[in-house]
């Protein structure tokens, strides 16, 4: 029997076994910044399948490693422990943290963004293990903390889990991806003078300059990529130093958020917002624009400032690492596997901008993330399982 026949025949006989992890994983609450239980569950399952090694780094990230006879490229596959909020529970179909399967599908929040994924990557080793195939190079399976709020723990794997690849697993209905828009939120700052509103003026009334940044904004330019389409900006959140609407604020805080293309760097991005600031501003009033810099504590104690910026990237057509993994996985999985672009940002493009190229591949719709109708069809978990271990061999070859 071949390695590939092998592997799908024990795909079918884990399926019970993974369900049963992934429903563990569901009913695991994993926020951000407290996913020590959930790294806990999935290092025990690692050693329990015959992972060479497990462990949690000092952010708190979870690595298992099978290691390879040696000759060959090493391989991340790579998740994220931490899931956003279940919101008001009662507008579930079922209890967010219940794992319920319904209808070939598990249920819950985190069941495709990102625990399914994750279950059906620590089971892609159990399957190689199980399958006593030998990989010539070393295959790190990893769950990092926090990529819901910056990716703290992806861009730590960057700098200790050096592979020559990875495979970003949220959700692509188990077709491959190659790139996503970045996200970088930017924070305007208006500073004025604060006086009685029955005396506007005594002071520097900051909203006049906002009005003029704002009318501008529509102008600035905007770039584009062949793959990605083109860069988007929006305004959101607005606030004001002042609580009492008989006051004139001294100051303004103004956040934007900006989906951005691989050509354009957050510097050019925050100069062009400057020289709009800058050309707006009126009656003296200062203004400054910044990439927001959140600090952030994992569960293991370590603090960081995090920029909110998650590059964008693009694998480029051609590229060997796409052509290997579709050829893999329509060895394995008996189909042609298309590949687009995902329209949000995940963990890959920090991996990539320390200089891993990444792909996405992973179980589940994309668009039920964060939604309360959240669940992942467990026939696609266990092909992702075997996508997964099939993406192993053929990326760990020489
Ligand atoms: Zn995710």
Known sequence: MS??????????????????????????????????????????????????????????????????????????????????????????????????????????????????????????????????????????????????????GSIELAKTVRTDAAVVGEATNNELRRGHRGRIELIVRIGGRSCHASMPEKGINPHYSLGAFLGGLRDVELMEDSFLGRETLAPTLLFTDQTSANVVPGKLRLHIDWRTVPQHSPEEICASLQALLDASLQDGAEGE?????????????????????????????????????????????????????WEFATDGGHLVAAGIPSIGFGPGDEALAHTNQERVPIAQLTEAALGYAALALRLTAP
């Open 3 to 152: 390695d590939m026949d092998m592997l799908k025949r024990l795909a079918g006989e884990h399926e019970a076994r993974l369900v049963g992890f992934c429903q563990r994983l569901i009913q695991t609450r994993s926020m951000p910044g407290e996913e020590r239980d959930a790294a806990r569950l999935v290092q025990a399952e690692m050693k329990d399948v015959g992972y060479d090694d497990a462990w949690t780094d000092a952010v708190g990230n979870v690595i298992g490693v099978i290691r390879g006879s040696g000759g060959g490229r090493s391989l991340m596959l790579n998740t994220h422990l931490d899931h956003v909020s279940a919101g008001d529970e009662r507008g579930w179909p079922f209890p967010p943290f219940e794992g319920r399967v319904h209808e070939g599908s598990v249920w819950g929040r985190g069941a495709m963004d990102i625990k399914g994924p994750t279950a059906a990557q620590v089971y892609a080793g159990a399957l190689l293990k199980a399958a006593g195939v030998s990989l010539p190079g070393d295959l790190y399976v990893a769950g990092a903390v926090q990529e819901d709020v910056g990716g703290l």
């Open 289 to 341: 624009v910044s990439v927001k810099e959140e600090h952030h504590r994992t569960y293991t104690g370590e603090e960081r400032d995090v920029p909110a910026a998650f590059p964008s990237f693009v694998i480029d057509e051609g590229d060997p690492l796409l052509e290997q993994s579709k050829s893999a996985l329509r060895e394995a999985l008996g189909r042609e596997v298309p590949v687009r672009r």
